[in-house]
Every structure is written in structure tokens, then in C-alpha cells.
């Protein structure tokens, strides 16, 4: 008779840790595919399936990972290359705009303008130094000591109430505007009104409606919607049904969120057979919780779909 195999505690460490070095491969052949293609045109559904996932999954992890998105990450190198471009060689400068992908001369100068802070011409005129964005490489550290314990969940659609803000990730603008945008609705009481009146779920924070090359996304502090009236210049939005992973974060915030949000992408997601689906990521913190202290506890919900 077949028995199954029982893993000892090190061989699960050790499976775990080459599936996580399997992802990271996949990814860093991702990035070999967009510098080799860089004066190319370069969809990012071509860039993804070199990683083995899709187009949404990718640019999650991506941006998660390296702090820029996809296609921010293609618009610098291709500016630093056309900046090398324009110094040694004579290549005139509308056919090195049309090499790396832009249609007319007047969005590349715009672009080039944004990121060198003058034009091409005058860097070419002026030898100028100019900014450099080089390639990036993945490093991931391996913690396999460290257990994550997560909860999969399956929950019908539901409706949130609340308010909202339209962000940039670039530049890591969210990370600012949203710390601003809680301690703006912490200070003029609209956080207090939500927990009067908040579900199980308790208070939550929810990114959403993710534009095409996920530059843009709306953040939307917000409570399940009960029976009450609810006020004028609050919004309410559907959460779509989904199956969740449900991570959590325990100690103050936002370190111990923050480091979660970094093991989700860096090891459970290389190390599972889940994909993140284009779907509002939430986070949901107790209504009267000390955010400060070091038992504190809230939660990361996580859309996903097995591969």
C-alpha cells in the first residue's frame, strides 16, 4: 500500500524556498525580456506571461517588490537610454523618440524633460549630466523560520460606505497621501462616525479601482454598509465577491502591516499556487483598537484565484 510521503519540518523549508527561487527566476526572465525589447514595442501582457502570470498579478508583485510600477519602470530605462543616445551618438532627435516609443517629438521632450529636467536638445548641446535609472535585479530573503498563518475565506459581494481619494503610485505619492488622508479623517471626526456604525469587518481601508498600468488608484476609508441613512458626501461602493486570503497584522501600525504586505508579495505568493485577481485589497482594523500598541491586530484581505 502507497503511503504518502510526511514531510519532515526541514524538507517543507527547503520546498518552500526553492518554489520562492522558482518565482524569482521567472521574474528576473521578466526583466530580461524588457531590456532586450526596450526599442521594441513592449506590451506589458507579453511581459507577464514570460513570468508565468497575469497581466494584473505581475504588475502587483512587480510594483510591490521594487517600488515601481511596470510601465514607470520601462519609461526610465528607455529615457536613459535615449539620454546616451542623444550624448554619443548623432542620431537625430525624432528618431530616437520613435526608437523607444514615443509618436511624436513633443511627448518625448515632455518625458524627457520630467525625468533628465531639460530637453533633449539641450542636452545634447550642453553635455549635461543626466539622471540614470539602471536595471533592476530581485533579491529576496528567505525566512523560512517564519511561519505565515493566513485564513482563505469566501464571501459574497457586500457594500461599503464612505470617502474616497484618487492616488498616484509613482514616486511612492500613496504612501504619502494616504497617511494624510487617515490623519485628515482621524482629525475632523468622519472615522469616528464610521466606527458608530461599522460591520464585523470593523474599519476598513481599501484600494480599488486600479487604472490600466496601475499608476492610479482610488483609497477608500470606509465601513460596511448597515440600514442607517447615510450622509450626503459619503460614496458607497461594491466589494465583488471573491475568495479571499486573509493575513494577520499583529503590533503597532503601520510596521507590523507594512511587513506583512512585504512577506505576502515576497514569499506566500512566490510560494503558493495563488494569484492575485483584479480585485479592492482591504484592510481591516478593529473600530476601537490602539493602533499603537504591541498587541494590536487588524488584517490583510487579499482577492486571489488558484492557478
Given at each position: 500500500?502507497?503511503?504518502?510521503?510526511?514531510?519532515?519540518?526541514?524538507?517543507?523549508?527547503?520546498?518552500?524556498?526553492?518554489?520562492?527561487?522558482?518565482?524569482?527566476?521567472?521574474?528576473?526572465?521578466?526583466?530580461?525580456?524588457?531590456?532586450?525589447?526596450?526599442?521594441?514595442?513592449?506590451?506589458?501582457?507579453?511581459?507577464?506571461?514570460?513570468?508565468?502570470?497575469?497581466?494584473?498579478?505581475?504588475?502587483?508583485?512587480?510594483?510591490?517588490?521594487?517600488?515601481?510600477?511596470?510601465?514607470?519602470?520601462?519609461?526610465?530605462?528607455?529615457?536613459?537610454?535615449?539620454?546616451?543616445?542623444?550624448?554619443?551618438s548623432k542620431s537625430k532627435v525624432i528618431e530616437i523618440a520613435y526608437k523607444y516609443g514615443y509618436e511624436t517629438p513633443e511627448s518625448f521632450s515632455k518625458a524627457f524633460r520630467k525625468l533628465h529636467g531639460l530637453s533633449p536638445s539641450a542636452a545634447r548641446r550642453y553635455n549635461q549630466s543626466l539622471k540614470a535609472f539602471p536595471r533592476l535585479s530581485f533579491q529576496i530573503q528567505l525566512k523560512g523560520d517564519e511561519e505565515m498563518n493566513y485564513r482563505i475565506v469566501e464571501k459574497e459581494a457586500f457594500r461599503v460606505v464612505g470617502k474616497g481619494i484618487r492616488t498616484a503610485t509613482i514616486d511612492g505619492q500613496n504612501h504619502r497621501d494616504i497617511p494624510a488622508f487617515w490623519d485628515e479623517s482621524n482629525r475632523n471626526g468622519f472615522t469616528e462616525k464610521l466606527v458608530n456604525d461599522c460591520g464585523s469587518m470593523g474599519l476598513l481601508g481599501v484600494c480599488m479601482e486600479f487604472d490600466k498600468q496601475q499608476e492610479e488608484l482610488t483609497y477608500f476609508i470606509c465601513a460596511e454598509r448597515s440600514n442607517q441613512a447615510v450622509p450626503s458626501d459619503w460614496e458607497e461602493k461594491e466589494i465583488p465577491a471573491s475568495t479571499w486570503a486573509v493575513f494577520q497584522a499583529i503590533g503597532p501600525v503601520p510596521h507590523a502591516i507594512e511587513k506583512i504586505w512585504d512577506r505576502i508579495f515576497s514569499e506566500w505568493f512566490p510560494s503558493t499556487g495563488y494569484e492575485h485577481v483584479d480585485a479592492p485589497e482591504i484592510e481591516a482594523y478593529p473600530p476601537n483598537g490602539d493602533v499603537t500598541a504591541e498587541d494590536h491586530c487588524c488584517e490583510i484581505w487579499i482577492p486571489i484565484v488558484k492557478k
Amino acid at each position: 500500500m502507497n503511503r504518502k510521503e510526511e514531510l519532515s519540518p526541514d524538507k517543507v523549508a527547503l520546498r518552500k524556498e526553492r518554489t520562492i527561487m522558482e518565482g524569482l527566476q521567472r521574474m528576473i526572465a521578466s526583466i530580461d525580456y524588457i531590456e532586450k525589447n526596450l526599442d521594441a514595442d513592449l506590451p506589458i501582457e507579453h511581459v507577464a506571461m514570460v513570468a508565468c502570470m497575469s497581466r494584473f498579478h505581475f504588475q502587483r508583485m512587480f510594483h510591490m517588490l521594487t517600488g515601481v510600477t511596470v510601465a514607470d519602470y520601462i519609461r526610465r530605462r528607455r529615457l536613459t537610454l535615449a539620454a546616451q543616445e542623444l550624448t554619443h551618438s548623432k542620431s537625430k532627435v525624432i528618431e530616437i523618440a520613435y526608437k523607444y516609443g514615443y509618436e511624436t517629438p513633443e511627448s518625448f521632450s515632455k518625458a524627457f524633460r520630467k525625468l533628465h529636467g531639460l530637453s533633449p536638445s539641450a542636452a545634447r548641446r550642453y553635455n549635461q549630466s543626466l539622471k540614470a535609472f539602471p536595471r533592476l535585479s530581485f533579491q529576496i530573503q528567505l525566512k523560512g523560520d517564519e511561519e505565515m498563518n493566513y485564513r482563505i475565506v469566501e464571501k459574497e459581494a457586500f457594500r461599503v460606505v464612505g470617502k474616497g481619494i484618487r492616488t498616484a503610485t509613482i514616486d511612492g505619492q500613496n504612501h504619502r497621501d494616504i497617511p494624510a488622508f487617515w490623519d485628515e479623517s482621524n482629525r475632523n471626526g468622519f472615522t469616528e462616525k464610521l466606527v458608530n456604525d461599522c460591520g464585523s469587518m470593523g474599519l476598513l481601508g481599501v484600494c480599488m479601482e486600479f487604472d490600466k498600468q496601475q499608476e492610479e488608484l482610488t483609497y477608500f476609508i470606509c465601513a460596511e454598509r448597515s440600514n442607517q441613512a447615510v450622509p450626503s458626501d459619503w460614496e458607497e461602493k461594491e466589494i465583488p465577491a471573491s475568495t479571499w486570503a486573509v493575513f494577520q497584522a499583529i503590533g503597532p501600525v503601520p510596521h507590523a502591516i507594512e511587513k506583512i504586505w512585504d512577506r505576502i508579495f515576497s514569499e506566500w505568493f512566490p510560494s503558493t499556487g495563488y494569484e492575485h485577481v483584479d480585485a479592492p485589497e482591504i484592510e481591516a482594523y478593529p473600530p476601537n483598537g490602539d493602533v499603537t500598541a504591541e498587541d494590536h491586530c487588524c488584517e490583510i484581505w487579499i482577492p486571489i484565484v488558484k492557478k
